[in-house]
């Protein structure tokens, strides 16, 4: 079974930064999808950052230029990397996998069949 595990989350003040990370085991497929969503309670859960099978980067405009995506060589870990926090930053976030998600959809949680716990992120202002 696939797991997903993530890390990394914390409360910082507005303009801090944390670097989020999902450890990846137990995916048996070549090749994969994955994305970071938040959502706070009371809203619909939203993409933040994806990276696609074909490796395409997506972001949210919200996050845009503060906020990057990765993983690592062995493909085990993906990484959010976020600067300049902002207090509509606050969330859970989580990490998502799927073996494949059509274009159009890379932020519909719908497309993912495996998610994460979800790691906590506060910021104050």
């Known amino acids: 079974a696939v797991q997903l595990v993530e890390s990394g989350g914390g409360s910082v003040q507005a303009g801090g930064s944390l670097r989020l990370s999902c450890a990846v085991s137990?995916?048996?497929?070549?090749?994969?999808?994955v994305a970071w969503f938040r959502q706070v309670t009371g809203k619909e859960r939203e993409g933040v950052a994806a990276?696609?099978?074909?490796?395409?980067?997506t972001y949210a405009d919200s996050v845009k230029g503060r906020f990057t995506i990765s993983k690592d060589s062995a493909k085990t870990i993906i990484y959010l990397e976020m600067i300049s926090l902002k207090p509509e930053d606050t969330a859970m976030y989580y990490c998502?996998?799927?073996?494949?998600?059509?274009?159009?959809?890379?932020?519909?949680?719908?497309?993912?069949?495996?998610w994460g716990p979800g790691t906590q992120v506060t910021v104050s202002s």
């Open positions: 137990g995916y048996g497929g070549i090749r994969f999808a």
């Open positions: 990276i696609a099978s074909d490796d395409k980067i």
């Open positions: 998502a996998l799927d073996p494949w998600v059509a274009s159009n959809l890379i932020f519909s949680p719908h497309s993912y069949g495996h």
